[in-house]
């Protein structure tokens, strides 16, 4: 079993920075990828960026030079999302995401919302 919380979303203006954090606990040490998916009002969730336990990432182009993934890699249990020249259109619940031996865990996800 594994449990992901996240914490850090909220309101920011365009332009503005946020970082999301995402602790995992239980069992960890089998996780292959984190990352972070997020899900507009009428869209469906779509990937914002992965890392794997091997430092592999992978970002969607909508946030490619603008979204920066990391992992803790000494504790392994948790990943972090920083995001900076936020946009409207980046406005979403932003989920936090655990893959273990293809199975996917989620968080409770985090609203973010660029406004101004």
């Known amino acids: 079993q594994l449990q992901l919380v996240e914490s850090g979303g909220g309101l920011v203006q365009p332009g503005g920075s946020l970082r999301l954090s995402c602790a995992a606990s239980g069992n960890i040490f089998m996780i292959y990828a984190l990352g972070w998916y997020r899900q507009a009002p009428g869209k469906q969730r779509e990937l914002a960026a992965t890392?794997?336990?091997?430092?592999?990432?992978?970002y969607a182009d909508s946030v490619k030079g603008r979204f920066t993934i990391s992992r803790d890699n000494a504790k392994k249990n948790t990943v972090w999302l920083q995001m900076n020249s936020l946009k409207p259109e980046d406005t979403a619940v932003y989920y936090c995401?655990?893959?273990?031996?293809?199975?996917?865990?989620w968080g409770q996800g985090t609203q973010v919302t660029v406004s101004s």
């Open positions: 995401n655990a893959r273990i031996m293809g199975q996917d865990y």
């Open positions: 890392v794997t336990s091997g430092g592999r990432t992978n």
